[in-house]
């Protein structure tokens, strides 16, 4: 059974930074894609970061981000912990969400809801003014 457990959320200041880390389970964690995607009261669920998987190498991995988080945002994978991080630096209120983690086996960088077959139960970032 493929689990995923977000952590590490919460309320901080603008201007100020949080990593959350999610932790899969029941997976063969070094050859799936992951992915930060965010969803805030009264819209639709949006992709924030992507992670690929790479055959031999665990150096580099390719990734992509939201326009939105490109520079303040840094997502990373330790293959060893079955788990995927991500540091928020320089957060505004606009940040504020539930942030989901979500897995697929698809090798590439996934940027849209519909390429990920599992998620996480999603973790609350509150950042205030």
């Known amino acids: 059974q493929v689990q995923l457990e977000e952590s590490g959320g919460g309320l901080v200041q603008a201007g100020g930074s949080l990593r959350i880390s999610c932790a899969a389970s029941?997976?063969?964690?070094?050859?799936?894609?992951m992915g930060w995607f965010r969803q805030a009261p009264g819209k639709e669920r949006e992709f924030v970061a992507t992670?690929?998987?790479?055959?031999?190498?665990?150096?580099?991995?390719?990734?992509d981000y939201a326009d939105s988080v490109k520079g303040r945002f840094t997502i990373s994978r330790d293959n060893a912990k079955s788990t995927v991080y991500l540091q928020m630096n320089s957060l505004n209120p606009d940040d504020t969400a539930v942030y989901y983690c979500?897995?697929?086996?698809?090798?590439?960088?996934?940027?849209?809801?519909?390429?990920?077959?599992?998620w996480g139960q999603g973790i609350q970032v509150t950042v205030s003014s």
């Open positions: 992670i690929s998987w790479t055959i031999g190498s665990t150096i580099y991995y390719a990734t």
């Open positions: 979500a897995a697929d086996r698809t090798m590439g960088l996934l940027t849209t809801t519909n390429s990920y077959t599992y």
């Open positions: 029941g997976v063969i964690f070094s050859r799936y894609t």
